[in-house]
């Protein structure tokens, strides 16, 4: 694999004298080495001290500049420093003369800003009036650390998953919370049926390349194992996909240096054998949905941590697909979710997604964060026609919340920027239904209740309208003020239910 990535970037090296244009060699450096692996990001996207302390020292590594000061395996243990060395990322000579890579360094940090402007203060925004709070204790721990949230609106509960591998259920008749059972580690998906428990954990959720997740299934007292060794899986999607009548089910590992997006196929004895349909790291969320009208489901992907982009998975015959990238993004942008919607109801589905992810090499507040809508052709060809600033978003879920006839937009933030617009943690967009896009926003205005990290939307109450619930997480993985954070580890809100007062 190393011989592999080293012969690939030699000769990638060796068309610079085919494709200059007469650029200045920094220029052809910037524009070969960079976008060998995803789409060259714009230099003026990240600050000069970003560039400089975090994001070039870890390109020096990838290509093979390994010092004292700058080393991957640092204070690894030795079975993740082997994981790694198997994957090739870290060539063990450089692949780049020493001096184009001074050369290269010095042309990025010139080039790049002190810092980024910002685009926070161009939304004019309000204290939430659509819904009504209402906090949710689960148990009588302080801090929420909770990794996993969905509204099970057949049983009518809201079932969470913990870091720790706690699964829960909140009753949303008797507004009781029962603990399921333990799970292992991080929760990422949990699924009722009949009396089993489907349960995705994903291991460790920091970085790392050891692959300690696994999918289980949990029946009475008894539990099998239906795939383990799975890279940080954060999203497993149950479907019949060959309509055969058995479900298949889809991983999607976002792993770290490597990952996978995947399809586990059952056989008549009932174990499972895994195919590989993706075999890059960043899978992050798959949408099953019949996209060219042919009877069959394919699927809508969306990739991060690198080569961020959007695909759309056709299925040909039985399990058997053929992608196309269908947007992609920088690789900075930090590409977190999506939903598949009909927004201007044309009668074919458009994507919204929203990009903040700011957990790596490059925190700071990014005036590119935020929410796009593209706008599909009808031949499933996408446009960007909106964007709606803000930092560090991560969740999206699009419906229509008041009930006018168009889709509005309910926006969770995990990286926010707490020291200027602290309450944007969580905003409504309601949809003005002019005759261009526009949008009022509305933003949660107690932030003391919690640090929200998940979200979902369904009719909690049975009321009609549609309600939304967002979920806690305490660990401080985006600076706060000191006394924030204090408050919310000693928080006992688990839970906050958004109650819509439509009805």
């Known amino acids: 694999m190393i011989l592999k990535k080293t012969?690939?970037?030699?000769?990638?090296?060796?068309?610079?004298?085919?494709?200059t244009e007469n650029k200045p060699k920094e220029v052809v450096l910037y524009e070969n080495y960079c976008a060998s692996c995803h789409m060259a990001p714009d230099i003026q996207d990240l600050p000069k001290h970003i560039w400089e302390d975090n994001v070039l020292p870890a390109m020096a590594a990838r290509m093979g500049i390994i010092t004292q000061e700058n080393h991957p395996y640092y204070k690894l243990p030795f079975n993740e420093q082997s994981a790694i060395i198997k994957t090739g990322i870290y060539p063990y000579q450089p692949i780049i003369d020493l001096k184009d890579w001074e050369l290269l360094?010095?042309?990025?940090?010139?080039?790049?800003?002190?810092?980024?402007?910002?685009?926070s203060d161009t939304i004019h925004s309000v204290p939430l009036t659509q819904f009504n709070e209402q906090p949710v204790t689960l148990d009588?721990?302080?801090g929420s650390y909770l990794t996993f949230l969905e509204v099970d609106t057949l049983r009518q509960?809201?079932?969470?998953?913990?870091?720790?591998?706690?699964?829960?259920?909140?009753?949303?008749?008797?507004h009781t919370a029962q603990n399921v059972g333990y799970f292992d580690k991080a929760i990422t998906t949990a699924r009722f049926v009949g009396?089993?428990?489907?349960?995705?954990?994903?291991?460790?959720?920091?970085?790392?390349?050891?692959?300690?997740?696994?999918?289980?299934?949990?029946?009475?007292?008894?539990?099998?194992?239906?795939?383990d060794s799975l890279h940080r899986p954060v999203q497993t999607v149950y479907a019949d996909l060959d309509d055969n009548g058995t479900e298949e089910i889809l991983l999607c590992e976002f792993g770290d240096l490597t990952g996978n997006l995947s399809?586990?196929?059952?056989?008549?004895?009932?174990?499972?054998?895994?195919?590989?349909?993706?075999?890059?790291?960043?899978?992050?969320?798959?949408?099953?949905?019949?996209?060219?009208?042919?009877?069959?489901?394919?699927?809508?992907?969306?990739?991060?941590?690198g080569d961020e982009a959007m695909y759309i998975f056709y299925?040909?015959?039985?399990?058997?697909?053929?992608?196309?990238?269908i947007i992609t993004f920088s690789p900075v942008y930090g590409s977190s979710w999506f939903e598949l919607v009909d927004f201007n109801g044309d009668g074919f589905d458009d994507i919204i997604t929203v990009n903040g992810d700011n957990a790596d090499k490059s925190f700071v507040s990014k005036p590119y964060h935020g929410m796009r809508i593209h706008i599909n052709d009808g031949k499933n060809n996408f446009k960007e026609h909106y964007f709606h600033p803000l930092n560090g978003a991560t969740r999206v879920i699009a419906k229509?919340?008041?009930?006018?006839?168009?889709?509005?937009?309910?926006?969770?933030?995990?990286?926010?920027?707490?020291?200027?617009?602290?309450?944007?943690?969580?905003?409504?967009?309601?949809?003005m239904n002019g005759n261009s896009i526009a949008f009022k926003q509305q933003h949660l205005a107690n932030i003391a209740l919690g640090r929200w990290f998940l979200m979902d939307a369904a009719d909690t109450d049975a009321d009609g309208d549609i309600d939304i619930v967002l979920s806690a997480m305490s660990f401080g993985f985006t600076p706060a003020t000191e006394t924030l954070n204090k408050v919310w580890k000693e928080s006992y809100t688990d839970l906050l239910i958004l109650e819509n007062k439509l009805h």
């Open 157 to 174: 509960q809201i079932v969470t998953g913990s870091r720790f591998g706690e699964l829960m259920t909140y009753d949303l008749s008797t």
């Open 400 to 431: 229509d919340f008041d009930e006018d006839g168009d889709i509005d937009m309910a926006l969770l933030a995990t990286f926010p920027d707490y020291e200027n617009y602290p309450d944007y943690n969580f905003v409504y967009l309601e949809n």
């Open 263 to 305: 399809v586990l196929v059952k056989d008549k004895y009932g174990f499972y054998s895994k195919n590989i349909l993706l075999n890059l790291p960043g899978a992050l969320r798959v949408v099953v949905r019949d996209m060219d009208k042919d009877g069959k489901d394919d699927l809508v992907v969306l990739m991060a941590q």
């Open 7 to 19: 012969l690939f970037f030699l000769f990638f090296a060796a068309l610079f004298s085919c494709n």
């Open 195 to 227: 009396d089993s428990i489907y349960v995705t954990n994903m291991g460790v959720m920091d970085p790392n390349e050891i692959p300690r997740g696994r999918t289980v299934l949990r029946h009475g007292q008894a539990t099998a194992i239906l795939q």
């Open 105 to 119: 360094k010095n042309y990025i940090i010139e080039l790049a800003p002190e810092n980024l402007p910002s685009r």
């Open 315 to 325: 299925q040909q015959e039985a399990l058997q697909f053929k992608a196309e990238k």
């Open 140 to 142: 009588s721990v302080k």
